[in-house]
């Protein structure tokens, strides 16, 4: 039986790191907590590009404060009208195109990739979501677990798809909600875990321990479906 590929198509190693780009629209936490992990332990990733869809987000900041090459990539006209989805991405896929890179790390990016994005990149892309998938997609997951009234929520990264929010799941990480949480506060400390996540599971991508078999998604070492 022939070995799985990981999904990278190689064994990325500390000397020769998978080269992310991360996409933001945001404050950017998401991107600066992955990079500090990468600069504090030698990891098999690398963050070389970061883009932004937003001019002003604070995210562009803190990226051009860690010395990254970093993108602004507007969908937005100067004028206000929004530019055709198709060339936005157009522009994005151009910019991927110029720094070699081998997977795209959305952290905070607020927009949705179309089918046709997905197919001329033709690489890996990954999110991450502030809840337990498939529960709570869409851009309020902590009011409408808080309106639910669950007691638990989290994180999941996952392989990005066509839909909102959906794809194979790669890993979740849970965290409780308390009587007196409101959105800043569940989200305060479901960040602490997406910042620990992330890193992680990128080290498993780029080690080959994320593969795609004829029965799902897999990770070497993980017991399927574990949650939390
Ligand atoms: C993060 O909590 C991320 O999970 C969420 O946006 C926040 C970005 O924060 N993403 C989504 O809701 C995607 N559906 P950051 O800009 O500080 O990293």
């Given at each position: 039986?022939?070995?799985?590929?990981g999904?990278?198509?190689?064994?990325?190693?500390t000397?020769e790191?998978?080269?992310?780009?991360?996409?933001?629209?945001?404050?950017?936490?998401?991107?600066?907590?992955?990079?500090?992990?990468?600069?504090?332990?030698?990891?098999?990733?690398?963050t070389?590009?970061?883009?932004?869809?937003?001019?002003?987000?604070?995210?562009?900041q803190?990226a051009?404060?860690l010395?990254?090459?970093?993108?602004?990539?507007?969908?937005?006209?100067?004028?206000?009208?929004?530019?055709?989805?198709?060339?936005?991405?157009?522009?994005?896929?151009?910019?991927?195109?110029?720094?070699?890179?081998?997977?795209?790390?959305?952290a905070?990016?607020?927009r949705?990739?179309?089918?046709?994005?997905l197919?001329?990149?033709?690489r890996?892309?990954?999110?991450?979501?502030?809840?337990?998938?498939?529960?709570?997609p869409?851009?309020?997951?902590?009011?409408?677990?808080?309106?639910?009234?669950a007691?638990?929520?989290?994180?999941?990264?996952?392989?990005?798809?066509?839909?909102?929010?959906?794809?194979?799941?790669?890993a979740?990480?849970?965290?409780?909600?308390?009587?007196?949480?409101?959105?800043?506060s569940l989200?305060?400390?479901v960040?602490?875990e997406?910042?620990?996540?992330?890193?992680?599971?990128?080290?498993?991508?780029?080690?080959?321990?994320?593969?795609l078999?004829?029965?799902?998604?897999r990770?070497e070492?993980?017991?399927?479906?574990?949650?939390?």
């Amino acid at each position: 039986m022939p070995p799985h590929l990981g999904l990278i198509g190689r064994t990325a190693t500390t000397d020769e790191p998978m080269r992310c780009a991360v996409l933001i629209s945001g404050s950017g936490s998401g991107m600066e907590a992955l990079v500090h992990a990468q600069r504090a332990a030698p990891l098999a990733h690398q963050t070389v590009l970061v883009i932004s869809n937003q001019t002003d987000a604070e995210g562009v900041q803190r990226a051009l404060a860690l010395g990254l090459a970093t993108e602004v990539v507007p969908h937005l006209k100067p004028s206000g009208e929004r530019i055709p989805r198709h060339d936005h991405e157009a522009a994005v896929l151009e910019v991927l195109g110029q720094h070699n890179i081998e997977i795209v790390v959305l952290a905070g990016y607020m927009r949705l990739l179309s089918p046709r994005f997905l197919s001329r990149w033709g690489r890996p892309v990954v999110n991450i979501h502030p809840s337990l998938l498939p529960n709570f997609p869409g851009a309020h997951a902590h009011r409408d677990v808080l309106t639910s009234g669950a007691t638990v929520t989290g994180c999941s990264i996952h392989l990005v798809d066509e839909g909102m929010d959906t794809g194979d799941l790669i890993a979740q990480a849970c965290v409780p909600v308390l009587p007196h949480d409101d959105e800043v506060s569940l989200g305060r400390r479901v960040k602490v875990e997406e910042h620990r996540l992330y890193p992680q599971v990128l080290s498993w991508i780029a080690e080959g321990r994320v593969q795609l078999t004829t029965d799902g998604l897999r990770v070497e070492g993980q017991a399927p479906n574990r949650v939390c």
